[in-house]
Nanobody, 119 residues
Framework: QVQLVESGGGLVQAGGSLRLSCAAS????????MSWYRQAPRKQRELVAS???????DYANSVKGRFTISRDNAKKTIYLQMNNLKVEDTGVYYC?????????????WGQGTQVTVSS
């Protein structure tokens, strides 16, 4: 079974920090890119950050300079360090693994964790 288990969400005041973790188990494929998405009420799910197998990082403009995505391949875990949080960062955060099993790409999603930033 493939499973992504998230932790670290919660309630924080604006300007504070949170660190999200997503631990993978099972075969998530090869050449996988790990990503964090978020979805706020009344908004579409959006890509927040991604990190490739080669550690290439990409960020949404709204979080550049504040969020850092990282991965620990030995632990099969990705992280999202969120600093200087803003109210507009509030939403459900999901981690995703996109990798290949043979010629096929498979996406696996975490369960989602709520991040609430209060003013």
């Amino acid at each position: 079974q493939v499973q992504l288990v998230e932790s670290g969400g919660g309630l924080v005041q604006a300007g504070g920090s949170l660190r999200l973790s997503c631990a993978a188990s099972g075969d998530i494929g090869s050449m996988n890119t790990m990503s964090w998405y978020r979805q706020a009420p009344r908004k579409q799910r959006e890509l927040v950050a991604s990190i490739s197998e080669g550690y290439t990082r990409d960020y949404a403009n709204s979080v550049k300079g504040r969020f850092t995505i990282s991965r620990d391949n030995a632990k099969k875990t990705i992280y999202l360090q969120m600093n200087n949080l803003k109210v507009e960062d509030t939403g459900v955060y999901y981690c995703k693994s996109s990798g290949y099993v043979g010629p096929y790409q498979y996406d696996y999603w975490g369960q989602g964790t709520q991040v609430t930033v209060s003013s």
